[in-house]
């Protein structure tokens, strides 16, 4: 089925350790996001691609990295993982006519 | 800085009875779009009902539609006959320049039957 596909679903990580994140989409859309969801607090942007080649940061992107590997993929990377990014991870991905922005399943990160 | 609000973090309704959820917003472009998003307990993001802030219009979706006040930077959803599965977390989201999709924190909706 056509969508956005992230990988993996479920993580448990120790601090310290690192980890990517990863999503792809085959709907050909040009932007993409990644947003962590936490109790009360919403969706709340960590970076942003407009395009292939290009990204932005969003609301909270420290401790984060991000790579537009290509049209298809954008990952999210944990260098050293902190306990305060325990979080719900999504990734989405819109067309350029901004109909609407298509999420994937997420992705529940946990770190002890 | 881009914006969102969402003032009440829970509400209930009867079934079959309507609701408003409340969203304000800022945003310092003139060209940008407003999204309603549903979150079942599922965790899956859906898209309810969109709105362009050029239109004056207010967007309806069968039992979904929105009064959009552009001067007051206000965008609530209204569910008409509310139903069991209504019951969800809904997210306001403004879209504005570079493709920046800011989301607001969300109310939980119950409906009792």
């Known amino acids: 089925n056509a969508g956005v596909t992230q990988t993996p679903k479920f993580q448990v990580l120790k601090t310290g350790q690192s980890m990517t994140l990863q999503c792809a989409q085959d709907m050909n859309h040009n932007s993409m996001y990644w947003y962590r969801q936490d109790p009360g607090m919403g969706l709340r942007l960590i970076y942003y691609?407009?395009?292939?080649?290009?990204?932005d940061k969003g609301e909270v992107p420290n401790g984060y990295n991000v790579s537009r590997l290509n049209k298809r993929e954008f990952s999210l990377r944990l260098e050293s993982a902190a306990p305060s990014q325990t979080s719900v991870y999504f990734c989405?991905?819109?067309?350029?006519?901004?109909?609407?922005?298509?999420f994937g399943q997420g992705t529940r990160l946990t770190v002890v | 800085a881009q914006t969102v609000t969402q003032s009440q973090p829970e509400m209930s309704v009867q079934e079959a009875e309507t609701v408003t959820l409340s969203c304000t917003y800022d945003t310092s472009e003139s060209d940008y779009y407003l999204f309603w998003y549903k979150q079942p307990p599922s965790r899956q993001m859906i898209l309810v009902i969109r709105q362009e802030a050029y239109k004056q219009q207010n967007a309806t979706e069968n039992r979904f539609s929105v009064n959009f006040q552009k001067a007051a930077k206000s965008f609530s959803l209204k569910i008409s006959d509310s139903q069991l599965g209504d019951a969800a977390m809904y997210f306001c989201a403004c879209l504005s320049w570079g493709d920046k999709v800011i989301f607001g924190p969300g109310t939980s909706l119950s409906v009792i039957p």
């Open positions: 989405a991905s819109m067309w350029p006519i901004r109909t609407a922005a298509f």
């Open positions: 691609s407009a395009s292939e080649g290009t990204t």
